[in-house]
């Protein structure tokens, strides 16, 4: 089975650009997060989507965006890219609302 | 506010030498708590994970961890320590409101020594 799936693995922006990072859940999976990771820290939430809706939003700006499809995947879209928004972006997904999570490899972000 | 602390930024062990990585939380009620583990570059793997019931857990590659709710405390063992396990670990507690999501500690880095 195919555990959760993200892209692109890798990519370079400039400051000021736009990007869309996508997820694939687990098959069966209907919760998707996504989390940032900057270098030498934790991972910090940003968004979880659930059954299609915003459930949960963390202490981003506004220039972060999600959204799920109706098949549960899902994309982030980060606007106005600064230097400080390098980082590792992970999805992870689960069954419900209250169960353990599941990670993808992550996505490295790198804003020049 | 929900927290996790990690007090050991890195941890050096020598190969075959028992390991413990120290993880406390702070949580209102009871926690659903999580270690994962993180190579370098790589995603988050779930090692183990305590909901309710037995308070010492077993998980892959030979970890196991012991819930002390009078300590706070969610500390992560190994008996013996092999060279493919260094690596980043990071404990989690699950918040549960409106929304799930999971608070990191800001992660160990264990080396380990041939």
């Known amino acids: 089975d195919a555990g959760v799936t993200q892209s692109p693995t890798h990519l370079i922006k400039t400051r000021g650009q736009h990007v869309t990072l996508r997820c694939s859940p687990i098959s069966g999976h209907k919760s998707v997060s996504w989390y940032q990771q900057v270098l030498g820290q934790g991972p910090q939430f940003i968004f979880q989507?659930?059954?299609?809706?915003?459930?949960g939003r963390g202490n981003f700006p506004d220039r972060f965006s999600a959204r799920q499809f109706p098949n549960y995947s899902s994309e982030l879209n980060v606007n106005a890219l600064l230097l400080g928004d390098s980082a590792l972006y992970l999805c992870a997904s689960t069954q419900g609302t209250n169960t353990e999570a599941f990670f993808g490899q992550g996505t490295r972000l790198t804003v020049v | 506010a929900q927290s996790v602390t990690q007090p050991d930024i890195h941890i050096t062990v020598s190969e075959g030498a028992s390991l413990e990585l120290r993880c406390n939380y702070s949580?209102?009620?009871?926690?659903?708590l999580f270690w994962y583990v993180q190579s370098p570059g790589q995603g988050l793997q779930l090692l183990l994970k305590?909901?309710?019931?037995?308070?010492l857990v077993q998980g892959i590659k030979g970890f196991e961890a012991e819930f002390k709710r009078s300590q706070s405390s969610f500390n992560l063992r190994k008996p013996s320590v092999h060279w493919s396990d260094a690596a980043e670990y990071f404990c989690a507690v699950a918040r549960m409101d409106s929304s799930y999501k999971l608070i990191f500690g800001s992660g160990t880095r264990l080396l380990v020594r041939p």
């Open positions: 989507y659930y059954e299609k809706e915003e459930r």
């Open positions: 949580y209102g009620a009871t926690p659903y």
């Open positions: 305590y909901f309710s019931g037995d308070t």
